[in-house]
């Protein structure tokens, strides 16, 4: 396990979504409650940023939000929320959840431990 310097805890703790790069590694960082939590920036579903795509970033209340298929994951704990609602940010009809998947079943996201020493912030990866 590498434990890898990602910035701050005032660049990181601004309510916002953050994509870096960490040990070689895309990872996405935010803020729920007082604590920073970190997630690959990858979506279990095809593999897309979660941070870039035709739906925008989408971060609220310890949530992220696939930006190509709309699925709904705790940044916390990785848990999946929602599968395969939609597609670029739009909910589409229910009967075609199953289509969007593409066969694969709910996954949740890999998660990080983050450290924060001071004012340096580490992911542990």
């Not at 805890?9 to 939590?37: C, P, W």
């Not at 970190?38 to 930006?67: D, I, K, M, W, Y």
């Amino acid at each position: 396990m590498a434990r890898v310097r990602v910035g701050t805890f005032s660049e990181l703790a601004d309510g916002r979504l953050h994509s870096l790069t960490a040990g070689g590694t895309a990872v996405i960082v935010g803020q729920v409650g007082e604590a920073l939590h970190a997630a690959r920036n990858r979506c279990p579903h095809l593999g897309l940023s979660l941070t870039t795509g035709p739906g925008g970033p989408r971060f609220s209340e310890g949530e992220v939000q696939c930006p190509w298929h709309n699925s709904r994951f705790d940044l916390c704990t990785g848990e999946n929320r929602d599968w395969t609602p939609g597609f670029a940010g739009r909910n589409m009809p229910r009967w075609s959840r199953r289509l969007i998947a593409l066969g694969r079943k709910p996954a949740p996201l890999t998660t990080y431990r983050v450290e924060v020493e001071g004012e340096d912030v580490f992911v542990h990866l």
